[in-house]
């Protein structure tokens, strides 16, 4: 009796098995469909140059590029590593779609506790020297490696990445077909740590020769400038807004364009100020009403959807006015 009542229920457990199996099989979505929702993964490349700023090189290279593909590179902010803004802007996956290369430059912690580029020290930021020329050479490393089209190099940076953007942007301009600066600084506002937090909190002090010559003193040749459009939210409490106004009085009097023959237009989600040279040079400066610190998203679900506290629901997305400005169209 007992033998019988024990292969009954082995064969129970058995069927049931069976059935949980079936059911696994038929609920779980396929591989395919798993693989292709996750996010991107990013490739660490060593070698790409003698590095003297002691940065990581991450990229994301969709599969069957187009002959000569754009490159897009991305700084990221205080804080950030390339992965967490990378999930919550979604820049490799409009690369995906759009056919480009996506190239992370990434800090450490034993160049900075907090992973801020130091945009603020001069010896990172010197002309072939430190952080600058790391970057640098992950841009023609990338470049060479991909055949990317010199004329279709891009470039945006969060916070301290924007920073340290511009101070690329002044330094080797020819490098870049177009610039954006997230909740950023202007070039040469301070000279250490401590200036730098004052900075950021209460606005750069103007200097005496105006803050043109801060971009002039490092390109004066006289040149057509990248379009450049600066990002900033009215209501950060982590860089003054009007460091994003101080930033437009510098790259207007590094282009000789006078402040006054600007345009304004009033959007749903808050100001867009435009500004064009004689010789095609133009600044723009997207002023997002109420929002904080980071870059504007539009997210489907919401502010909740967002694992990266720098990356913020808005009415606007950047990274999709950029494909858009920048002419990346969907492939």
């Known amino acids: 009796m007992t033998f019988s009542f024990a292969k009954s229920l082995s064969r129970a457990i058995r069927s049931q098995k069976k059935v949980a199996e079936i059911l696994e099989a038929v609920l779980q979505p396929p591989a395919r469909k798993r693989r292709r929702s996750a996010s991107p993964r990013l490739v660490t490349t060593v070698g790409f140059g003698t590095n003297p700023g002691r940065l990581v090189m991450k990229s ?5 590029l187009p002959k000569k593909p754009a490159l897009v590179v991305v700084l990221h902010g ?5 992965e967490s803004l990378d999930a919550a802007s979604g820049f490799s996956r409009l690369a995906r ?8 430059p990434e800090q450490t912690r034993s160049n900075n506790s907090q992973l801020c580029f130091n945009w603020f020290r001069p010896s990172a930021i010197a002309r072939d020297r430190g952080e600058l020329l790391s970057i640098k050479q992950m841009i023609e490393y990338a470049s060479s490696r991909h055949k990317i089209n010199a004329n279709r ?4 940076g969060l916070p301290a990445g924007a920073a340290m953007t511009a101070v690329l942007l002044a330094t080797y301009p020819d490098l870049f077909a177009g610039a954006a ?3 950023g600084m202007p070039v040469g506002a301070v000279r250490d740590a401590m200036s730098a937090l004052r900075a950021m909190k209460s606005g750069a002090a103007a200097p005496t020769e105006g803050w043109g010559r801060r971009i002039t003193t490092i390109s004066p040749k006289p040149r057509l400038w990248p379009p450049i459009t600066i990002w ?5 409490r982590v860089v003054n807004p009007a460091n994003a106004d101080t930033s437009i009085d510098q790259w207007l009097g590094a282009m000789n364009i006078d402040r006054r023959s600007g345009d304004v237009q009033t959007k749903t989600w808050g100001h867009l100020h435009s500004w064009k040279a004689a010789n095609g040079s133009a600044v723009s ?3 997002i009403a109420g929002m904080a610190h980071g870059l504007p998203i539009k997210s489907r679900g919401g502010a909740q959807r967002i694992k990266d506290p ?3 629901a808005t009415n606007i997305s950047a990274p999709l006015e950029l494909m858009r400005l920048w002419e990346l169209p969907r492939r």
């Not at 779609?97 to 992370?104: A, H, N, P, Q, S």
């Open 153 to 156: 190099v891009f470039i945006v």
């Open 97 to 104: 779609k759009k056919g480009f290369v996506i190239l992370y």
């Open 181 to 183: 600066i997230v909740a």
């Open 60 to 64: 994301f290279l969709p599969v069957n």
């Open 310 to 312: 720098f990356v913020l």
């Open 78 to 82: 205080c804080g950030q590593t390339p």
């Open 232 to 236: 900033h939210g009215t209501a950060d």
């Open 285 to 287: 400066l997207y002023s």
